[in-house]
């Protein structure tokens, strides 16, 4: 930056006012333009290996911890759709139906 602007040189100096405006205003110019050089520089940063390497584990173990969650949930979700499941108990004469059915499909197949 002071290649840019010239420092003052003692015969450009005409009051110490203006003088230490002058520096004022230099010492923000620099700032501003290290502030933005280092920014420029954030954005536009290139990755390493190892920080590629870690954001692909990373996102598999999301992935597999999203796995696990959605399967306990099904898992969850299929319990309670067994204990929903009510147990059909057959009368006697349901029973004493089926029991004649076996009965004449057995005789009329042969072993």
């Known amino acids: 930056m002071d290649y840019i602007r010239r420092p003052i040189l003692k015969g450009d100096m005409k009051d110490e006012a203006t003088v230490r405006k002058y520096y004022e205003n230099h010492r923000r110019l620099k700032n501003a333009s290290f502030f933005l050089l ?46 929903q499941k009510e147990v059909q108990i057959i009368n006697p004469q349901q029973a004493q139906i089926i029991k004649d059915s076996v009965f004449h499909i057995e005789k009329q197949v042969d072993f």
Do not use: G, P, S
């Open 38 to 83: 280092m920014d420029f520089r954030a954005k536009n940063k290139k990755q390493t290996i190892n920080e590629i390497l870690q954001q692909v584990i990373m996102k598999d173990k999301e992935k597999r911890k999203a796995d696990k969650i959605k399967l306990i949930e099904l898992m969850r979700f299929d319990a309670r759709l067994q204990v």
